[in-house]
Structure formats: C-alpha cells, structure tokens
C-alpha cells in the first residue's frame, strides 16, 4: 500500500471486537429483500459476501425493520420483526465473516412521518403531528420527484406505543444477536422515526419523551440502555446520527454533540455520524466528499467511544482524516456500490484503479424514490452478484473468528 493511506489499515477496537481496518461498509439500502416480511434472499448474501471479501474491516447491514406495524424501510428493505428473520440472517453474518469483515445490523424503528408511500396500508405516525419536510426542486433530476410529494399529517404515538418500540427494538436486537452479528446500530439519523425523536422540529411533545433535550434523548438512552442489560456488554451498540439535519428549528451540532455524550454514558460503543433529512436530502447524500468531517471531528472532541463518518471516495482524504485524528473510522456507501473491492485496491496500492462513483444518483432514486433493486451505471455488476463466481459465499480464512 502507498504509506499515505497506511491510517486507514491500523486495526481498532469497537467494544470488545477487534476490527481489521478503518474503513466500514456504510449501512446502505439495496433492495434485496424478500418481497413479503423482508428476508434475506441468495442475492443479499452475495452481495454482501462480495463487500466483505473487498477488504471492509466492519459491514454494517442496511437499514432493518423491528416492526411490522408502521412502514420501517422502503421497498424490498430487509426485517428483524420476527423470529421467522433468524434463519436467513444467520446465513448473512456467516457470509459476512467468512469475507473477513465483522458484521453489524442496522436497526431502524420505522421511516415515521418520512413514509409516504406505504401509510396508506400502515399508520402514518411520529412523535407529533408534525408533518415531514420535503426538498425543494435544488435537488438532482433522479430523485426530483421526492419534491412533488405533499407531506400527511401523522398520528403521535401514544406512550403505549413507544414501550412497544422499545421492547421490539429489544427483540430485534436479541434476533441479530442470535443470528450471530457481533451488534446491531440504531439508525436515528436522516430524519426517520428514532431521529425525529431527538429532533427539535419534529418532536413537539409535552410527556416525558418531548418537551426537553433531556426528554428528547430519553427514547434512544432507554433502547441503548434496555439492549446492554438484556444483551451484556459483549453485544456492540452502535448510533447512527444526523450531526444537523440542516432544516430551519432542526437538529445543529449544539443538540447532537449532547446526544453523543449521552449515547455513550448510557453504554453505546460507538456513535457514526451522518447529516440530513428529506427535507435537506442533498446533505444526506453530498455531491462531494468531506462534507461531514469537520461535525464528526466537533462531535469526536466531547466522546471516548469510537466516531464513524461517512462521505468518502479518494483514499487519501479518507486516510488524511483518519490520521489528522478527526474521526476513527470511515464509513462508505456509493464508493463501494460502485466498487466492491475498494479497500483491496488501496491496501494493494492501486487506488488508480477504483471504479468511481459519479454522482449520478440513480443508487437513491431506485432505493428511496422508485423502491427497487438498487443498480449503478459504472458497476453493471451490482444487483448480480449472484451469478458471480467471485462473489459466491465461501468458508475462508480470513474469518475473523
Ligand atoms: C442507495 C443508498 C441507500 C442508503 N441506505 C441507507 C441505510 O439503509 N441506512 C443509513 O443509515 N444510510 C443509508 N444511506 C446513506 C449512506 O449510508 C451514506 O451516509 C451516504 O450515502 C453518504 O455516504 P457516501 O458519500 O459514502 O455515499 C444510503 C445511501 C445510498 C446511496
Ligand atoms: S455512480 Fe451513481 S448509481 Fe453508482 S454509486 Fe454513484 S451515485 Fe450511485
């Protein structure tokens, strides 16, 4: 490798696991879920297996649902709802080790006033009845259509509700644990359920979960806290956060740098931070790369546990920010949807040889827009990694266990 992206390969501990490398594969919604309850088919396995072969030290598994009962991913997404999920999710922890990497489920409570395109099925609910915040047209062609949709006013969730949440978040996280992933991540970032809690926009509520930071934090603190006791400290608790989410009353770095220090008091063993919501869909999936270091770094400043960002692409911005001490590992999304081996080429000194991502946009249209299988013009071997001898699960050596 070329000794300015050396940062990028020294090992790190999350919790109690030793992690490979600096470089995670981001939580990052494919569509390759079972129609019906969102089980893992042969083409997730292989697509993860190939990210994990490519050299990640730690994949973190899309976005998955605890709950049936309120729309929690988009199209084709991946579930945790129901011990009927096991099955197929110990088959992708196995894949997911065998390529060499650690492997973590993100957890999603639900899209809350963000799902527009199920609520007609299942409720449309949030903290309050607070509608969400759509893009205006400043937003690239392929997803402009995300401008057009007229927000619907959703249902508070009564206190009820939110126990339930709770203990299903619980269950979902004994699932993945039990399936064999070293953790679970909960995804309260981008202006989803969990997120919209910590919000100062979306949250208006006036009982014990709203009204206050304090209160507003109360829902994440109770989940990290219920899953360390149920599950013990070996399990990874991971938070995925919009440092802002860059809409006006939303969440700035002054209330998401508190939430950190107090993810971690409560036991989180990690934070990974990311910006954004619909409303500023642009931050959530930036033109450029870079774009949330310097939060990262902010956020880094006030915590002990390891700080995930992503936004990366060249090698040398993510090993600069690495070594600069701004944040302790990267986390990548498009780069590695355009190229799986990503991190082989840099660790072989090849970063010549990527394939990039152009910014095209056609990833986020087909995940969030049109609900299909996610595909990528300059990799047409995404979606088919199941006809890939390459990227067909097999036992290996460099099983990190
Ligand atoms: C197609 C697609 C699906 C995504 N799905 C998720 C997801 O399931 N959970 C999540 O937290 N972020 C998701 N993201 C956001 C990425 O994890 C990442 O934060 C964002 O794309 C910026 O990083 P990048 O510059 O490496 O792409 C998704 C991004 C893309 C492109
Ligand atoms: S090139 Fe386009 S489709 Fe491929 S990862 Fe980048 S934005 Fe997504």
Same mark, same amino acid.
């Given at each position: ?7 990028? +390969?020294?090992?790190?501990?999350i ?6 490398n600096?470089?995670?594969?981001a ?11 969102g089980?893992?088919?042969?083409q ?5 297996f190939?990210r ?21 991913? !988009?199209g ?7 011990d009927?999920s096991?099955p197929?999710? /110990? ?14 489920l ?9 799902? +527009?395109?199920?609520?007609e099925?299942?409720?449309l609910?949030?903290?309050? /009845?607070?509608?969400a ?7 690239p062609k ?14 508070p969730?009564?206190?009820?509700d939110?126990?339930?949440l709770?203990?299903e978040?619980?269950n ?17 970032a ?11 926009? +979306?949250?208006?509520? /006036?009982?014990a ?6 209160? &507003? =934090? ?6 990290? &806290? ?13 938070y995925?956060?919009?440092?802002r ?9 002054? =209330? ?7 993810? %971690?008091e ?5 934070v ?5 919501c619909?409303?500023s869909?642009n ?8 774009a949330?270091t $310097?939060?990262? $770094?902010q956020i880094?400043?006030?915590v002990?546990?390891p ?5 990366f %692409?060249d ?14 590992l ?7 949807? $355009? ?21 095209c ?8 827009v049109?609900? %299909? ?5 300059v990799?047409?071997?995404?979606? +088919?990694?199941?006809f ?6 097999? !036992? ?6």
């Amino acid at each position: 490798m070329l000794s300015k992206h050396a940062p990028l +390969f020294d090992p790190i501990k999350i919790g109690k696991h030793e992690i490979k490398n600096r470089v995670a594969l981001a939580p990052t919604h494919v569509g390759t879920g079972s129609e019906r309850g969102g089980r893992v088919t042969d083409q997730t396995l292989c697509y993860y297996f190939a990210r994990s072969r490519g050299g990640v030290g730690l994949v973190i598994v899309e976005v998955t649902g605890i709950t049936g009962r309120h729309a929690y991913t !988009p199209g084709l997404g991946l579930g945790a709802a129901s011990d009927k999920s096991i099955p197929g999710l /110990s088959d992708l922890a196995r894949v997911i080790h065998w390529g060499g990497a650690r492997a973590i489920l993100q957890l999603t409570l639900g899209q809350g006033v963000q799902a +527009f395109y199920h609520h007609e099925k299942r409720p449309l609910v949030g903290p309050s /009845s607070i509608p969400a915040v759509m893009p205006d047209e400043d937003i690239p062609k392929n997803i402009r259509a995300l401008s057009a949709i007229v927000p619907q006013t959703p249902t508070p969730l009564a206190i009820e509700d939110i126990r339930r949440l709770i203990a299903e978040s619980v269950n979902a996280a004994k699932r993945a644990v039990a399936a064999g992933f070293e953790g679970i991540e909960l995804h309260g970032a981008h202006g989803y359920l969990l997120g919209q809690f910590t919000s100062p926009y +979306f949250n208006q509520r /006036s009982d014990a979960y709203g009204g206050s930071q304090e209160n &507003r =934090h109360r829902l994440p603190m109770e989940i990290v &806290r219920e899953i360390k006791n149920t599950l013990g400290k070996k399990v990874v608790v991971g938070y995925r956060l919009s440092a802002r989410e860059w809409i006006p009353g939303g969440t700035e770095l002054a =209330h998401s740098i508190p939430l950190a220090v107090n993810l %971690q008091e409560a036991g989180a063993d990690y934070v990974s931070v990311s910006q954004g919501c619909y409303g500023s869909i642009n931050r959530i999936f930036p033109k450029g790369e870079g774009a949330i270091t $310097a939060d990262a $770094a902010q956020i880094r400043k006030n915590v002990s546990i390891p700080v995930i960002c992503a936004n990366f %692409q060249d090698p040398d911005t993510a090993a600069k920010a690495i070594e600069e001490g701004s944040i302790d590992l990267v986390a990548l999304s498009r780069p590695l949807l $355009a190229d799986a081996s990503w991190v082989n080429k840099v660790r072989a000194g090849e970063p010549e040889i990527i394939n990039k991502c152009i910014r095209c946009y056609q990833c986020v249209s087909m995940a969030i827009v049109n609900h %299909q299988p996610v595909r990528c013009p300059v990799n047409p071997a995404l979606g +088919f990694e199941r006809f890939d001898p390459d990227s067909l699960p097999r !036992p290996s050596k460099t099983d990190p266990d």
